[in-house]
């Protein structure tokens, strides 16, 4: 009797003791998921502010001063164009 | 003596203890006992939430889940507005404690002077914002200069990269991410993310360790897709403030619109505002002017009369009309043509735009008839695009209608439209007789119009409008290299109190390819006064040099030649219409 009350002791030791550590585990892994998403909302963020820096690059006024400015382009005059017809031989 | 030692020896008899002592000790222990129990059954079931309130407290913390509005979106998914989170400082002068090398420190991070600094702090209040709406980083740095009663807050900031040139359909968002002007404001519902919140345990360290119950998740707002095509958004703007410099204009308005879809492609306005600094802005200037604002539209209303006429069978494209010589009575009343013509078709009056001819025409309809399609083609009511503000026009009831001002609203006067409803009523004449709805957010391509004349009847007029736009017409600077293009200039005085003035409103409408008509013009041109003020002169060039860019950049096939412009030569009269 007395022996198999020492057993269920030691088991309940031993459940006790695994309970704290996978607590522990537990709030570790919880943090870094934390840490992760906190990361994850920060990269959002700056996702959003390239769009932002990228769309503020490609505005069409800013495009088209430079390729009229520093490129020297110009829409070709009526003599400069042919007009492929759709669907006409190469 | 033994008597006496006996005596001596015998024990004194010890003082009885009274009988109550021991249960007295016991009861009182047991007291004690029973107090202890009582405590604590007190604790454990009756003041228990109070005291779980009280560790929660210590340990447990409610963050506060952002929830970022939604990102507006041109048609083919270009920014147009984005939230970005920023900070604000703000402090309680009261508390604040900091030496002057920390002063120094925060002044030099906020981009102003110790002196600049120490008067906000001592104005007197007990709370002032330092800074509002500063980069994240910034703010990091003040975090870690650690001054005493000074904190920062989240918030988000809006940015427009497209700037001044889409404003007016945008709008903007206010302190708070809440939308205050135009689209930002009527779609705040989509928009507008609700934040949510969680219960958490926080370590020592301050991170958070366990959630405590139920996330409420935060509701993010959601994008949203306009019908706006930002090339060609750009492009309108350009040219429309081109235009209204170079003729010394009040102000000015152009719409684009698809054909087949009837969305909005582009919508711009003159005069306009930087919604990314839009604080110091004057109301006036935030007006959506081509939705909030009327004007009469002059001729740009006749090929409706003649639509009228056309449908109802009162006349053929070819029945002549004398509009000699250039005046017509209608009661006291006098119409006048700026240049007499003589007998002229159907297919004439809307070339050469004659007053006279739109008028007998129209006096030969019953005004039922004429206000049924006007009403029909969305004069008079909201062109319901999901704007705030959108007004709908002035189209009075038939029956109130005399002789003279049936006449006059022939030709456009005596009712007013704003200038989307105006591109959006010659979607009859560039459809088959369908009216489309106008919108400004994105749709699944074309959609069915509601019928507003026969197929036979749009064709007819389509071929007038055509013909105003070649030499003989009234508007050969709306040609367009390499495409076929119909459209009808209006020039109209301004009414102001009770009478018609000198200032004029000038104005284009126009479509093309005319063999498959995809885009729609307008362009109304307020008050130009650098000479010339006919709508032929002011803004069909406007409309020629958009909707040629505008069809090229979207690669429309051409449908006329490359040399296809005639222009009239420099020397011929100007023949206008008033």
Known sequence: ?90 | MTGVSASLHRAAPMPALPRFRAPLVFGMLLLLFVALAGRSLYLQWIDNEFLQGQGISRYGRTIEVPAHRGRIVDRSGEPLAISTPMKSIWAFPGQVEMAPGQLAQLARALETTPAALTKKLEDGSDFVFLAKQIPPDVAERIATLKIKGIHDQNEYRRFYPAGETMSHIIGFTGDRDVGQEGIELTQQEWLGGKPGSRRVIINRRGEVVEDLEAIKAPQAGRDLALAIDTRLQYLAFRELKAAVDANKAKAGGLVILDVQSGEILALANWPTYNPNAHNRVARDRMRNRALTDVFEPGSTMKPFTIASALESGHVRPDTVIQTAPGTFNVGPNTIHDAHPNGALTVEQVIQKSSNVGAAKIALSLPSATMWQTLSDAGFGTPPNTGFPGEVAGRLRPAKTWKPIEQATMAYGHGLSVNLVQLARAYTVFASDGELKPATLLKGGGAVAGRPVVKPETAIAVRHMLELAVQPGGTAPKAQVRGYRVAGKTGTAHKLEGRGYTNKYVASFVGFAPVSNPRLIVAVMIDEPSAGAHFGGEVAAPVFSSVMGSALRTLGTPPDAPQDNVILPAESAPVREET
């Open chain 1, 1 to 90: 009797m007395v022996r198999v009350n020492l057993l269920l002791l030691a088991v309940l030791v031993l459940c006790a003791l695994s309970l704290v550590t996978s607590r522990h585990q537990a709030r570790k892994l919880f943090v870094e998921l934390e840490r992760e998403q906190a990361k994850a909302r920060a990269y959002d963020t700056e996702f959003g502010q390239l769009q932002l820096e990228q769309s503020t690059w490609a505005m069409p006024a800013r495009i088209e001063k430079i390729a009229r400015e520093q490129l020297r382009m110009q829409v070709p005059g009526p003599a400069r164009i042919e007009v492929v017809p759709e669907g006409a031989p190469r």
